[in-house]
């Protein structure tokens, strides 16, 4: 089956630290790039980071979590992670993945700009964010 699965969400204080998974299966993860959203209840979906296919040379953070999250991408698992690091009570909403074959320039958009993005979403992951 073709889909992305999200995990690693969970509860944790105020400047702990989560890593989320976002792992392919049914097509090859390395040709695509991958972004990281996130949805707090009642707000509109916010875009996080994106990571470029291949060698995931080109990263992109929104100015929200900029200097605290990280992404990085494991080809050899099919994976891409996003690391959370001092996480705030406003980090706290469902986190997403979507990936879309090349498409850096399509995320960046995704995030700048709320553009569409993602042939493939991923059913998301609870990140929770005590005081």
């Known amino acids: 089956q073709v889909q992305v699965v999200e995990s690693g969400g969970g509860l944790v204080q105020s400047g702990g630290s989560l890593r989320l998974s976002c792992a392919a299966s049914g097509f090859t993860l390395e040709d695509y790039a991958i972004g990281w959203f996130r949805q707090a209840p009642g707000k509109e979906r916010e875009g996080v980071s994106c990571?470029?296919?291949?060698?995931?040379?080109?990263?992109y953070f929104a100015d929200s979590v900029k200097g605290r999250f990280i992404i990085s991408r494991d080809n050899a698992k099919n994976t891409v992670y996003l690391e959370m690091n001092s996480l705030k009570p406003e980090d706290t909403a469902v986190y997403y993945c979507a990936a879309e074959r090349k498409s850096f320039g399509a995320c960046l958009g995704a995030l700048r700009r709320g553009s569409p993005f993602g042939e493939y979403w991923g059913q998301g992951t609870q990140v929770t964010v005590s005081s």
């Open positions: 990571i470029s296919s291949k060698t995931g040379s080109s990263t």
